[in-house]
């Protein structure tokens, strides 16, 4: 992995973005050799609204999903 001085990070920040963003590959930023950071290429974007409806006529209702479940008179909340 390549490495770069936080200093020369700073300014060049955009350049060594844009090179990550094409190259796919990842830069390591060090500070006095040490490391601080990794800047990674973005994993694939989805878009955003891809997901709505992704499930559609994947379910099945059966029975009733109105009524309760219990009865009312099982109910604690209504005994007296």
Request: aromatic share 4%.
């Amino acid at each position: 992995m390549e490495e770069v001085a936080i200093s020369e990070f700073k300014a060049k920040c955009l350049a060594l973005l844009e090179r990550v963003r094409s190259t796919k590959k990842p830069i390591r930023v060090t500070r006095f050799g040490k490391p601080v950071a990794e800047v990674i290429p973005p994993t694939s974007v989805q878009e955003r609204g891809s997901w709505i409806g992704s499930m559609k006529h994947s379910l099945k209702i059966t029975g009733d999903i109105i009524s309760p479940a219990n009865d009312a008179d099982e109910w604690e909340v209504l005994r007296d």
